[in-house]
């Protein structure tokens, strides 16, 4: 991400800490749907982590060594985490719709097929690039995957406009959120805005292994404790 003057000194959160963050606000809006699912408050403060984890995406496809490694992490992590996530869901094993990782391994997909459209510059690969991307997206929904295109396409979004600077990049993502769910909770996801205009452009400490098993893990604990309270 390319740091602006004026945002500069405000700039405080490295990669990690914003993950840190958007995991804080996951296993909430976790807690909520499971155990207050008439608590709305606390699906709102949830909406925030999924633009966070989006742009961490779009982050690390930029600087990953290995965009194939990184996507097989994501389809690894995809496949242990839909079990404990179908549990904490749908309190059995249920093929009809998939975990967010798939999303997030659509939107790595994307990424490579617009970046490989953009590396050749010609009109055809630029055309062929975004139909590989759409396609991602089009997939997100037919596999029913959890947000869908919706997030293929909001990785998309912080991707292309990271060179604009953070201003340009965070606002075309508020943008994009609020045309596609101007009347829901969803709309709370654009307070992301406040966090991600205090990235720092580091990679912080990584945890990188933290990060992947945390969503299968914080899943499998929740639906222990449900069971205990029963």
Same mark, same amino acid.
């Given at each position: $991400?390319?740091?602006?003057?004026?945002?500069? *000194?405000?700039?405080?959160?490295?990669?990690?800490?914003?993950?840190?963050?958007?995991?804080?606000? $996951?296993?909430?809006?976790?807690?909520?749907?499971?155990?207050?699912?008439?608590?709305?408050?606390?699906?709102?403060? #949830?909406?925030?982590?999924?633009?966070?984890? &989006?742009?961490? +995406?779009? @982050?690390?496809?930029?600087?990953?060594?290995?965009?194939? !490694?990184?996507? #097989? !992490?994501?389809?690894?992590?995809?496949?242990?985490? @839909?079990?404990?996530?179908?549990?904490?869901?749908? #309190?059995? /094993?249920?093929? *009809?719709?998939?975990?967010?990782?798939?999303?997030? &391994?659509?939107? +790595?997909?994307?990424?490579?097929?617009? @970046?490989?459209? !953009?590396?050749?510059?010609?009109?055809?690969?630029?055309?062929?690039?975004?139909?590989?991307?759409?396609?991602?997206?089009?997939?997100?929904?037919?596999?029913?995957?959890?947000?869908? /295109?919706?997030?293929?396409?909001?990785? %998309?979004?912080?991707?292309?406009?990271?060179?604009?600077?953070?201003?340009?990049?965070?606002?075309?993502?508020?943008?994009?959120?609020?045309?596609?769910?101007?009347?829901?909770?969803?709309? /709370?996801?654009?307070?992301?805005?406040?966090?991600?205009?205090?990235?720092?452009?580091?990679?912080?400490?990584?945890?990188? /292994?933290?990060?992947?098993?945390?969503?299968?893990?914080?899943? %499998?604990?929740?639906?222990?404790?449900?069971?205990?309270?029963?």
């Amino acid at each position: $991400m390319i740091m602006n003057g004026d945002n500069k *000194k405000f700039s405080i959160l490295s990669g990690t800490a914003l993950k840190l963050f958007a995991a804080v606000f $996951m296993a909430v809006d976790h807690v909520g749907y499971m155990f207050f699912p008439k608590l709305i408050r606390i699906r709102m403060i #949830g909406r925030v982590s999924l633009p966070i984890f &989006a742009f961490c +995406i779009a @982050e690390g496809f930029a600087h990953t060594g290995s965009k194939w !490694r990184y996507l #097989g !992490r994501m389809l690894l992590f995809a496949l242990v985490s @839909e079990l404990p996530f179908d549990l904490a869901f749908f #309190g059995k /094993w249920y093929w *009809k719709y998939q975990n967010v990782m798939f999303s997030f &391994a659509l939107a +790595i997909l994307a990424l490579y097929a617009f @970046e490989k459209g !953009r590396e050749k510059g010609t009109w055809w690969s630029w055309a062929l690039g975004i139909a590989g991307a759409a396609g991602c997206a089009w997939a997100a929904s037919a596999l029913h995957t959890d947000y869908g /295109w919706y997030a293929v396409v909001l990785v %998309l979004v912080f991707y292309v406009f990271r060179g604009a600077g953070p201003v340009c990049s965070n606002a075309a993502a508020v943008l994009f959120q609020v045309l596609t769910h101007p009347h829901d909770v969803q709309t /709370w996801s654009i307070v992301s805005f406040f966090p991600l205009m205090l990235y720092n452009g580091k990679k912080g400490r990584g945890l990188k /292994w933290f990060f992947y098993v945390f969503y299968p893990g914080h899943l %499998l604990l929740l639906c222990a404790i449900r069971r205990l309270d029963r």
